[in-house]
């Protein structure tokens, strides 16, 4: 049999990659720079409101500790929930679990939104307001992450 017909995993997998990554640079397409902005600047106007709306709020500092925790949890699991998905349609192996508890993290990053807010003694306008700028900062993030991967993908196909 001939010798050139066994692979590695090593081997196999770096095959893979070039034939995917060759195929999705073919398919990827360099965001405009209107969307890049549009996608910066909604992550920023949702993020400065829900920081100023805490700092105005008449809540305790543990209450505006949680609903930041919450923020900061929630951007570092949508971010990573992109990042997993585009890998996995890449060919770039990604565990389940970690697939897994990016996607957890990412609801329940919402979800103990939800609770707080359900349980908080706000108006409905201000339980409103946090509950849009945070969604508005989640899906931005999400923006930014792909279109940060996509330049850097396009800059790459350029060398």
Same mark, same amino acid.
Request: contains cysteine; proline residues 2%.
């Given at each position: 049999?001939?010798?050139?017909?066994?692979?590695?995993?090593?081997?196999?997998?770096?095959?893979?990659?070039?034939?995917?990554?060759?195929?999705?640079?073919?398919?990827?397409?360099?965001?405009?720079?209107? @969307?890049? =902005?549009?996608?910066?600047? %909604? *992550?920023? !106007?949702?993020?400065?409101?829900?920081?100023?709306?805490?700092y105005?709020?008449?809540?305790?500092?543990?209450?505006?500790?949680?609903?930041?925790?919450?923020?900061?949890?929630?951007?570092?699991?949508?971010?990573?929930?992109?990042?997993?998905?585009?890998?996995?349609?890449?060919?770039?192996?990604?565990?389940?679990?970690?697939?897994?508890?990016?996607? @957890?993290? =990412?609801?329940?990053?919402? %979800? *103990?939104? !939800?609770?707080?807010?359900?349980?908080?003694?706000?108006?409905?306008?201000?339980?409103?307001?946090?509950?849009?700028?945070?969604?508005l900062?989640?899906?931005?993030?999400?923006?930014?992450?792909?279109?940060?991967?996509?330049?850097?993908?396009?800059?790459?196909?350029?060398?």
């Amino acid at each position: 049999m001939d010798q050139s017909t066994f692979t590695t995993p090593t081997e196999e997998y770096s095959s893979n990659t070039k034939k995917n990554s060759k195929r999705n640079k073919e398919n990827t397409s360099k965001p405009s720079n209107a @969307f890049v =902005a549009v996608s910066w600047c %909604t *992550l920023i !106007v949702g993020m400065t409101a829900y920081f100023i709306g805490l700092y105005n709020a008449e809540m305790l500092l543990n209450e505006k500790g949680y609903y930041f925790s919450i923020i900061m949890f929630g951007l570092f699991s949508v971010v990573s929930v992109q990042k997993s998905v585009r890998d996995r349609l890449e060919g770039i192996p990604v565990t389940d679990i970690y697939y897994g508890i990016s996607w @957890f993290s =990412a609801l329940l990053a919402v %979800t *103990l939104l !939800v609770v707080g807010l359900w349980n908080a003694e706000l108006t409905l306008s201000e339980k409103g307001f946090y509950a849009m700028s945070f969604l508005l900062s989640m899906f931005s993030a999400i923006a930014v992450q792909k279109n940060t991967r996509d330049l850097q993908a396009h800059t790459n196909s350029d060398n």
